[in-house]
Protein backbone atom coordinates (compact mmCIF):
# COMPACT_ATOMS: atom_id res chain seq x y z
CA UNK A 1 0.00 0.00 0.00
CA UNK A 2 1.40 3.34 -1.01
CA UNK A 3 2.68 5.00 2.51
CA UNK A 4 0.34 8.44 1.67
CA UNK A 5 -2.63 6.76 1.27
CA UNK A 6 -1.79 4.62 4.20
CA UNK A 7 -1.46 7.85 5.84
CA UNK A 8 -4.62 9.46 5.01
CA UNK A 9 -6.48 6.47 6.11
CA UNK A 10 -5.04 6.33 9.56
CA UNK A 11 -5.31 9.88 10.18
CA UNK A 12 -9.15 9.91 9.03
CA UNK A 13 -10.04 6.94 10.78
CA UNK A 14 -8.45 7.91 14.07
CA UNK A 15 -10.12 11.30 13.60
CA UNK A 16 -13.47 10.27 12.98
CA UNK A 17 -13.16 7.24 16.33
CA UNK A 18 -12.18 9.63 18.39
CA UNK A 19 -14.95 12.65 17.22
CA UNK A 20 -17.70 9.87 17.54
CA UNK A 21 -16.71 8.56 20.92
CA UNK A 22 -16.54 12.11 22.03
CA UNK A 23 -19.76 13.35 21.01
CA UNK A 24 -21.34 10.37 22.18
CA UNK A 25 -20.50 11.08 25.89
CA UNK A 26 -16.53 9.47 25.72
CA UNK A 27 -15.13 12.73 27.30
CA UNK A 28 -18.04 13.78 30.22
CA UNK A 29 -16.07 14.67 33.01
CA UNK A 30 -17.32 13.05 36.54
CA UNK A 31 -16.79 13.17 39.59
CA UNK A 32 -17.73 10.87 43.02
CA UNK A 33 -20.79 12.52 44.34
CA UNK A 34 -20.08 10.63 48.00
CA UNK A 35 -18.11 8.14 49.35
CA UNK A 36 -20.78 5.84 48.88
CA UNK A 37 -20.21 6.71 45.27
CA UNK A 38 -16.85 5.70 45.41
CA UNK A 39 -17.35 2.62 46.56
CA UNK A 40 -19.71 1.26 44.51
CA UNK A 41 -17.27 2.08 41.68
CA UNK A 42 -14.43 0.54 43.73
CA UNK A 43 -16.64 -2.73 44.56
CA UNK A 44 -17.75 -2.80 40.73
CA UNK A 45 -14.39 -4.03 39.60
CA UNK A 46 -13.10 -5.75 42.85
CA UNK A 47 -16.14 -7.72 44.15
CA UNK A 48 -14.40 -9.71 46.29
CA UNK A 49 -12.52 -7.90 48.05
CA UNK A 50 -13.66 -6.44 51.97
CA UNK A 51 -13.65 -2.76 52.38
CA UNK A 52 -12.65 -0.79 55.76
CA UNK A 53 -13.26 2.54 55.16
CA UNK A 54 -13.34 5.08 51.65
CA UNK A 55 -12.46 8.39 52.18
CA UNK A 56 -13.08 11.11 49.66
CA UNK A 57 -10.72 13.67 48.50
CA UNK A 58 -12.02 17.49 48.13
CA UNK A 59 -13.39 18.15 45.12
CA UNK A 60 -14.41 14.50 44.47
CA UNK A 61 -11.68 13.73 41.76
CA UNK A 62 -10.58 10.73 43.79
CA UNK A 63 -11.49 8.71 46.79
CA UNK A 64 -9.00 6.50 48.88
CA UNK A 65 -10.24 3.06 49.63
CA UNK A 66 -8.56 1.39 52.48
CA UNK A 67 -9.25 -2.47 52.48
CA UNK A 68 -10.07 -4.58 55.21
CA UNK A 69 -7.45 -7.19 56.92
CA UNK A 70 -4.34 -5.00 56.15
CA UNK A 71 -5.41 -5.68 52.43
CA UNK A 72 -3.59 -1.99 51.59
CA UNK A 73 -4.96 0.98 49.70
CA UNK A 74 -6.50 1.55 46.65
CA UNK A 75 -6.52 5.09 44.56
CA UNK A 76 -9.53 5.89 42.67
CA UNK A 77 -9.52 9.10 40.33
CA UNK A 78 -11.70 10.33 38.12
CA UNK A 79 -9.92 10.46 34.66
CA UNK A 80 -12.57 12.25 32.10
CA UNK A 81 -15.58 9.97 31.80
CA UNK A 82 -14.38 6.77 33.86
CA UNK A 83 -12.55 5.49 37.05
CA UNK A 84 -9.10 4.66 37.52
CA UNK A 85 -8.31 2.57 40.07
CA UNK A 86 -4.63 1.76 41.35
CA UNK A 87 -4.14 -0.46 44.24
CA UNK A 88 -1.03 1.35 46.20
CA UNK A 89 2.19 -0.06 47.87
CA UNK A 90 4.31 1.52 50.53
CA UNK A 91 6.42 2.91 48.15
CA UNK A 92 3.47 4.73 46.59
CA UNK A 93 2.84 6.60 49.16
CA UNK A 94 6.11 7.57 50.12
CA UNK A 95 5.70 11.26 50.10
CA UNK A 96 2.34 11.17 51.96
CA UNK A 97 2.15 14.61 54.20
CA UNK A 98 0.57 17.09 56.20
CA UNK A 99 1.05 20.66 54.43
CA UNK A 100 -1.78 22.18 56.54
CA UNK A 101 -3.49 21.77 59.75
CA UNK A 102 -6.36 20.77 58.11
CA UNK A 103 -5.40 18.90 54.63
CA UNK A 104 -3.29 16.18 53.65
CA UNK A 105 -1.46 15.68 50.63
CA UNK A 106 -0.51 12.41 48.84
CA UNK A 107 1.80 11.88 46.08
CA UNK A 108 2.00 8.58 44.54
CA UNK A 109 5.64 8.66 44.23
CA UNK A 110 6.62 6.83 40.46
CA UNK A 111 5.09 9.41 38.33
CA UNK A 112 2.80 6.81 36.83
CA UNK A 113 -0.48 6.71 39.04
CA UNK A 114 -2.37 9.52 37.65
CA UNK A 115 1.35 11.50 37.56
CA UNK A 116 1.25 14.94 40.02
CA UNK A 117 -2.37 14.33 41.21
CA UNK A 118 -2.25 15.57 44.91
CA UNK A 119 -5.05 14.38 47.15
CA UNK A 120 -6.51 16.63 49.22
CA UNK A 121 -8.23 15.68 52.53
CA UNK A 122 -10.32 17.92 54.69
CA UNK A 123 -10.92 14.41 56.84
CA UNK A 124 -8.07 13.98 59.56
CA UNK A 125 -8.84 10.51 59.89
CA UNK A 126 -7.62 9.56 56.36
CA UNK A 127 -3.77 9.90 58.11
CA UNK A 128 -4.48 7.77 60.68
CA UNK A 129 -5.99 5.03 58.56
CA UNK A 130 -3.31 5.30 55.68
CA UNK A 131 -0.04 5.73 58.14
CA UNK A 132 0.25 1.57 59.39
CA UNK A 133 0.34 1.17 55.21
CA UNK A 134 3.47 2.97 54.89
CA UNK A 135 6.81 3.24 56.49
CA UNK A 136 7.06 6.86 56.58
CA UNK A 137 5.30 8.39 59.81
CA UNK A 138 3.99 12.13 58.96
CA UNK A 139 6.14 14.29 60.87
CA UNK A 140 6.75 17.01 58.26
CA UNK B 1 13.20 -15.90 -13.58
CA UNK B 2 13.34 -13.35 -11.22
CA UNK B 3 12.34 -13.37 -7.42
CA UNK B 4 8.72 -12.22 -8.10
CA UNK B 5 7.86 -15.28 -10.11
CA UNK B 6 9.79 -17.87 -7.41
CA UNK B 7 7.74 -15.60 -4.05
CA UNK B 8 4.39 -14.20 -4.17
CA UNK B 9 3.64 -11.10 -3.47
CA UNK B 10 1.72 -11.57 -0.42
CA UNK B 11 -0.08 -8.11 0.63
CA UNK B 12 0.57 -6.29 4.14
CA UNK B 13 -3.21 -7.92 5.32
CA UNK B 14 -2.38 -5.52 8.30
CA UNK B 15 -2.67 -2.47 6.21
CA UNK B 16 -5.52 -3.47 3.60
CA UNK B 17 -7.63 -4.35 7.25
CA UNK B 18 -7.45 -0.62 8.81
CA UNK B 19 -10.68 0.44 6.58
CA UNK B 20 -11.85 -2.62 8.32
CA UNK B 21 -11.12 -2.08 11.66
CA UNK B 22 -12.18 1.35 11.70
CA UNK B 23 -15.53 0.72 10.39
CA UNK B 24 -16.09 -2.25 13.64
CA UNK B 25 -14.72 0.11 16.10
CA UNK B 26 -17.68 2.25 14.45
CA UNK B 27 -20.07 -0.26 14.37
CA UNK B 28 -19.21 -1.05 18.42
CA UNK B 29 -19.06 2.22 19.89
CA UNK B 30 -22.99 2.95 18.39
CA UNK B 31 -23.46 -0.80 19.97
CA UNK B 32 -22.06 -0.26 23.33
CA UNK B 33 -23.85 2.97 23.60
CA UNK B 34 -27.06 0.71 22.41
CA UNK B 35 -26.53 -1.89 25.16
CA UNK B 36 -25.91 0.85 28.16
CA UNK B 37 -24.86 -1.65 30.05
CA UNK B 38 -23.59 -0.39 33.74
CA UNK B 39 -20.89 -2.94 33.98
CA UNK B 40 -19.27 -2.70 30.83
CA UNK B 41 -16.30 -0.62 30.39
CA UNK B 42 -17.06 0.92 27.28
CA UNK B 43 -15.71 3.84 25.22
CA UNK B 44 -13.28 6.38 26.84
CA UNK B 45 -11.91 9.25 24.59
CA UNK B 46 -8.60 9.40 25.44
CA UNK B 47 -8.19 5.96 26.00
CA UNK B 48 -9.13 5.61 23.18
CA UNK B 49 -7.14 7.83 20.86
CA UNK B 50 -4.19 6.54 23.31
CA UNK B 51 -4.99 2.90 21.88
CA UNK B 52 -5.00 4.45 18.31
CA UNK B 53 -2.02 6.27 18.85
CA UNK B 54 0.00 3.14 19.82
CA UNK B 55 -1.79 1.38 16.86
CA UNK B 56 -0.19 4.04 14.61
CA UNK B 57 3.35 3.77 16.25
CA UNK B 58 3.47 0.15 15.99
CA UNK B 59 2.79 0.41 12.29
CA UNK B 60 5.46 3.01 11.92
CA UNK B 61 7.86 0.83 14.03
CA UNK B 62 7.09 -2.17 11.80
CA UNK B 63 8.04 -0.10 8.59
CA UNK B 64 11.56 1.35 10.67
CA UNK B 65 12.89 -1.52 12.01
CA UNK B 66 10.36 -4.79 10.63
CA UNK B 67 13.68 -5.59 8.32
CA UNK B 68 15.81 -7.00 11.28
CA UNK B 69 13.38 -9.41 11.86
CA UNK B 70 12.89 -9.94 7.97
CA UNK B 71 16.61 -9.87 7.25
CA UNK B 72 17.27 -12.80 10.20
CA UNK B 73 15.02 -14.98 8.65
CA UNK B 74 16.08 -14.82 4.96
CA UNK B 75 19.34 -15.15 6.42
CA UNK B 76 18.32 -18.40 8.37
CA UNK B 77 16.20 -19.81 4.60
CA UNK B 78 19.15 -20.75 3.29
CA UNK B 79 19.61 -23.39 5.96
CA UNK B 80 16.03 -25.20 5.08
CA UNK B 81 15.93 -28.67 5.69
CA UNK B 82 12.60 -28.72 3.27
CA UNK B 83 10.61 -26.55 1.00
CA UNK B 84 7.00 -26.07 1.52
CA UNK B 85 6.18 -23.78 -1.21
CA UNK B 86 3.28 -21.47 -1.30
CA UNK B 87 0.29 -24.00 -1.60
CA UNK B 88 -3.30 -23.60 0.22
CA UNK B 89 -2.48 -26.42 2.23
CA UNK B 90 1.65 -24.89 2.90
CA UNK B 91 -0.64 -21.93 4.00
CA UNK B 92 -2.78 -23.29 6.43
CA UNK B 93 -0.36 -25.28 7.78
CA UNK B 94 2.11 -22.15 8.48
CA UNK B 95 -0.79 -20.94 9.78
CA UNK B 96 -1.42 -23.59 12.47
CA UNK B 97 2.49 -24.18 13.32
CA UNK B 98 2.75 -19.92 13.98
CA UNK B 99 0.07 -20.05 15.72
CA UNK B 100 1.49 -22.61 18.12
CA UNK B 101 4.93 -20.47 18.09
CA UNK B 102 2.71 -17.46 19.08
CA UNK B 103 1.17 -18.88 21.44
CA UNK B 104 4.95 -19.56 22.86
CA UNK B 105 5.76 -15.87 22.26
CA UNK B 106 2.50 -14.62 24.55
CA UNK B 107 3.11 -17.16 27.14
CA UNK B 108 6.76 -15.97 27.60
CA UNK B 109 5.65 -12.52 27.03
CA UNK B 110 3.47 -13.30 30.42
CA UNK B 111 6.61 -14.86 32.00
CA UNK B 112 9.26 -12.95 31.27
CA UNK B 113 9.75 -9.59 32.16
CA UNK B 114 12.20 -8.72 29.58
CA UNK B 115 9.12 -9.56 27.30
CA UNK B 116 6.61 -8.18 29.29
CA UNK B 117 8.54 -4.56 28.94
CA UNK B 118 6.83 -4.61 25.76
CA UNK B 119 3.74 -6.47 25.92
CA UNK B 120 2.49 -4.76 29.30
CA UNK B 121 0.96 -1.83 26.68
CA UNK B 122 -1.54 -3.43 25.26
CA UNK B 123 -3.09 -4.41 28.83
CA UNK B 124 -2.51 -1.01 29.76
CA UNK B 125 -6.24 0.08 29.32
CA UNK B 126 -8.83 -0.36 31.76
CA UNK B 127 -11.18 -0.87 28.78
CA UNK B 128 -11.72 -3.44 26.59
CA UNK B 129 -13.05 -2.77 23.06
CA UNK B 130 -11.77 -3.17 19.49
CA UNK B 131 -9.47 -0.11 20.03
CA UNK B 132 -8.12 -1.78 22.88
CA UNK B 133 -6.70 -4.52 20.14
CA UNK B 134 -4.87 -1.79 18.31
CA UNK B 135 -2.72 -0.57 21.21
CA UNK B 136 0.22 -2.70 20.34
CA UNK B 137 3.65 -2.64 21.26
CA UNK B 138 6.25 -0.05 19.43
CA UNK B 139 9.40 -1.84 20.58
CA UNK B 140 9.02 -5.76 19.66
CA UNK B 141 11.26 -6.41 17.50
CA UNK B 142 14.44 -5.41 20.55
CA UNK B 143 13.31 -8.37 22.68
CA UNK B 144 14.54 -10.31 20.14
CA UNK B 145 11.77 -12.86 20.47
CA UNK B 146 11.43 -13.08 16.33
CA UNK B 147 13.71 -15.80 16.43
CA UNK B 148 10.86 -18.07 18.10
CA UNK B 149 10.02 -18.19 14.16
CA UNK B 150 13.56 -19.45 13.24
CA UNK B 151 12.54 -23.08 13.87
CA UNK B 152 9.77 -22.26 11.24
CA UNK B 153 12.04 -21.01 8.09
CA UNK B 154 14.59 -24.12 9.16
CA UNK B 155 11.82 -26.60 8.41
CA UNK B 156 10.65 -24.78 5.19
CA UNK B 157 8.23 -22.27 5.71
CA UNK B 158 9.43 -18.94 3.55
CA UNK B 159 9.93 -15.98 5.43
CA UNK B 160 7.44 -14.25 3.33
CA UNK B 161 4.47 -16.68 4.17
CA UNK B 162 5.35 -16.69 7.81
CA UNK B 163 4.79 -13.06 7.78
CA UNK B 164 1.45 -13.15 5.53
CA UNK B 165 0.20 -16.24 8.10
CA UNK B 166 1.42 -13.78 11.22
CA UNK B 167 -0.92 -11.03 9.39
CA UNK B 168 -3.70 -13.09 9.56
CA UNK B 169 -3.31 -14.54 12.86
CA UNK B 170 -3.41 -10.08 14.12
CA UNK B 171 -6.39 -9.77 11.79
CA UNK B 172 -8.08 -12.95 13.69
CA UNK B 173 -7.26 -11.31 17.33
CA UNK B 174 -9.11 -7.94 16.72
CA UNK B 175 -12.38 -8.58 16.79
CA UNK B 176 -11.97 -10.57 20.43
CA UNK B 177 -11.34 -7.64 21.92
CA UNK B 178 -14.85 -6.56 22.68
CA UNK B 179 -17.67 -6.90 25.68
CA UNK B 180 -20.41 -7.01 22.68
CA UNK B 181 -20.21 -10.21 22.14
CA UNK B 182 -21.01 -12.68 24.80
CA UNK B 183 -20.37 -16.79 24.61
CA UNK B 184 -20.27 -18.05 20.99
CA UNK B 185 -21.48 -21.45 20.08
CA UNK B 186 -19.61 -24.23 22.42
CA UNK B 187 -18.09 -26.21 19.63
CA UNK B 188 -16.56 -22.73 18.48
CA UNK B 189 -15.22 -21.83 21.91
CA UNK B 190 -13.74 -25.09 22.32
CA UNK B 191 -11.38 -24.91 19.28
CA UNK B 192 -10.98 -21.13 18.77
CA UNK B 193 -9.95 -18.19 20.79
CA UNK B 194 -13.32 -16.30 21.35
CA UNK B 195 -13.95 -12.67 22.86
CA UNK B 196 -14.85 -14.56 26.13
CA UNK B 197 -11.93 -16.43 26.43
CA UNK B 198 -9.99 -13.29 25.20
CA UNK B 199 -11.75 -11.08 28.30
CA UNK B 200 -9.97 -13.83 30.46
CA UNK B 201 -6.43 -12.94 29.18
CA UNK B 202 -6.71 -9.66 29.84
CA UNK B 203 -8.33 -9.46 33.21
CA UNK B 204 -6.54 -9.11 36.36
CA UNK B 205 -8.60 -11.08 38.53
CA UNK B 206 -6.39 -13.31 40.79
CA UNK B 207 -8.36 -16.56 38.96
CA UNK B 208 -7.61 -15.24 35.02
CA UNK B 209 -4.28 -14.01 35.67
CA UNK B 210 -1.62 -15.68 33.14
CA UNK B 211 -3.98 -17.59 31.28
CA UNK B 212 -5.35 -17.84 27.79
CA UNK B 213 -2.47 -16.82 25.91
CA UNK B 214 -3.83 -18.48 22.32
CA UNK B 215 -3.82 -16.36 18.99
CA UNK B 216 -6.38 -18.06 17.22
CA UNK B 217 -6.88 -21.46 18.33
CA UNK B 218 -7.55 -21.98 22.22
CA UNK B 219 -6.64 -25.47 21.63
CA UNK B 220 -2.92 -24.95 22.99
CA UNK B 221 -4.01 -23.02 26.16
CA UNK B 222 -6.25 -26.46 26.60
CA UNK B 223 -3.20 -28.91 25.65
CA UNK B 224 -0.70 -26.75 27.94
CA UNK B 225 -2.97 -26.21 31.27
CA UNK B 226 -2.93 -22.19 30.75
CA UNK B 227 -7.02 -22.20 29.74
CA UNK B 228 -9.61 -20.68 32.26
CA UNK B 229 -12.95 -20.31 31.55
CA UNK B 230 -15.19 -16.85 31.64
CA UNK B 231 -17.10 -17.29 34.57
CA UNK B 232 -20.35 -15.05 35.54
CA UNK B 233 -20.10 -14.70 38.91
CA UNK B 234 -16.46 -13.22 38.34
CA UNK B 235 -16.74 -10.31 35.56
CA UNK B 236 -13.18 -9.68 34.27
CA UNK B 237 -11.51 -6.48 35.40
CA UNK B 238 -9.01 -5.30 32.83
CA UNK B 239 -6.09 -3.28 32.70
CA UNK B 240 -2.77 -4.06 34.97
CA UNK B 241 -2.44 -4.97 38.77
CA UNK B 242 -0.66 -1.97 38.81
CA UNK B 243 -2.47 0.30 36.82
CA UNK B 244 -0.85 3.00 35.19
CA UNK B 245 -2.51 6.83 35.67
CA UNK B 246 -1.41 8.25 32.26
CA UNK B 247 -2.61 8.33 28.49
CA UNK B 248 0.48 9.31 27.16
CA UNK B 249 1.71 6.71 24.60
CA UNK B 250 5.35 7.29 25.10
CA UNK B 251 5.00 6.59 28.75
CA UNK B 252 2.96 3.85 27.76
CA UNK B 253 5.28 2.67 25.72
CA UNK B 254 8.21 2.76 27.75
CA UNK B 255 6.99 2.64 30.96
CA UNK B 256 8.10 -0.69 31.86
CA UNK B 257 11.24 -0.99 30.14
CA UNK B 258 12.59 2.18 32.07
CA UNK B 259 11.39 0.60 35.08
CA UNK B 260 12.71 -2.82 34.48
CA UNK B 261 16.61 -1.38 33.82
CA UNK B 262 16.31 1.17 37.21
CA UNK B 263 15.49 -2.39 39.45
CA UNK B 264 18.64 -4.10 37.61
CA UNK B 265 20.77 -1.31 37.61
CA UNK B 266 19.87 -0.63 41.71
CA UNK B 267 22.90 -0.47 43.94
CA UNK B 268 24.23 -4.01 46.07
CA UNK B 269 22.69 -6.00 43.79
CA UNK B 270 24.56 -9.53 42.93
CA UNK B 271 25.11 -10.42 38.81
CA UNK B 272 22.41 -12.90 39.46
CA UNK B 273 19.72 -10.57 40.76
CA UNK B 274 20.26 -8.23 37.82
CA UNK B 275 19.47 -10.50 35.98
CA UNK B 276 16.54 -11.67 37.87
CA UNK B 277 14.76 -8.04 37.22
CA UNK B 278 15.21 -8.25 33.50
CA UNK B 279 14.45 -11.76 33.11
CA UNK B 280 11.97 -13.26 36.03
CA UNK B 281 8.07 -12.65 35.88
CA UNK B 282 6.71 -9.74 36.30
CA UNK B 283 6.59 -8.61 40.03
CA UNK B 284 9.53 -10.54 41.06
CA UNK B 285 12.06 -9.37 43.27
CA UNK B 286 15.69 -10.15 44.99
CA UNK B 287 13.95 -9.68 48.58
CA UNK B 288 10.44 -11.08 48.11
CA UNK B 289 8.65 -7.49 48.34
CA UNK B 290 6.43 -7.48 45.45
CA UNK B 291 3.80 -9.74 44.30
CA UNK B 292 4.48 -11.93 41.96
CA UNK B 293 1.02 -13.56 40.05
CA UNK B 294 1.32 -16.81 42.09
CA UNK B 295 1.65 -15.40 45.57
CA UNK B 296 -1.47 -12.93 44.18
CA UNK B 297 -3.20 -16.14 43.25
CA UNK B 298 -2.05 -17.61 46.67
CA UNK B 299 -3.28 -14.54 48.79
CA UNK B 300 -6.17 -15.10 47.25
CA UNK B 301 -7.25 -18.73 48.10
CA UNK B 302 -6.24 -17.62 51.55
CA UNK B 303 -8.82 -15.24 51.26
CA UNK B 304 -11.48 -17.82 49.47
CA UNK B 305 -10.69 -21.45 50.52
CA UNK B 306 -13.76 -22.43 48.88
CA UNK B 307 -11.88 -21.20 45.25
CA UNK B 308 -9.01 -23.44 46.27
CA UNK B 309 -8.61 -25.65 43.32
CA UNK B 310 -10.81 -24.34 40.64
CA UNK B 311 -9.28 -23.15 37.21
CA UNK B 312 -6.43 -20.77 37.22
CA UNK B 313 -6.17 -20.68 41.09
CA UNK B 314 -4.00 -23.33 42.88
CA UNK B 315 -5.16 -26.04 45.59
CA UNK B 316 -3.36 -25.16 48.28
CA UNK B 317 -1.67 -23.04 49.76
CA UNK B 318 1.48 -22.85 52.26
CA UNK B 319 0.62 -20.34 55.35
Redesign the interface.
Known sequence: ?ELLV?AI??V???A???S???F????KPRRFASAKDALAVFQ?????VEVESVHLAIGGGDALVIIA?DGGIAHL?M????P????L?ADDLADARIVTEEIAIVL?A?G????G?KLLFDDRTVLSEITPHIARNFDN | MNLDQLVPNYPDVTQIAIPFFVLAIVVEIFLLRRLRKEQLAGFETRDTLTSLMMGVGNVVAGLLFGFIAFGVLMWAWQFRVYDFGFSWWAILLCFVVDDLRYYWYHRIAHRSRWVWAEHINHHSSQHYNLSTALRQSWTGTFTGMFILRIPLVLVGFHPVLIAFVGGLNLIYQFWIHTEAIGKMWRPFELIFNTPSHHRVHHATNPRYLDSNYAGTLIIWDRMFGSFVEERDEDMPRYGLVKNIGTFNPVKVAFHEWWAMFADAARPGLTLRQRFGYLFMPPGWSHDGSREDTARIKADYVRRHPDQAGMPGLPKEVKE
Do not use: E, K, Q
Not at chain 1, 79 to 82: C, E, F, Q, S
Open positions: MLGVFGVLIVLVHTGGSSHYRDDALGANFIRLSPDLSVAR
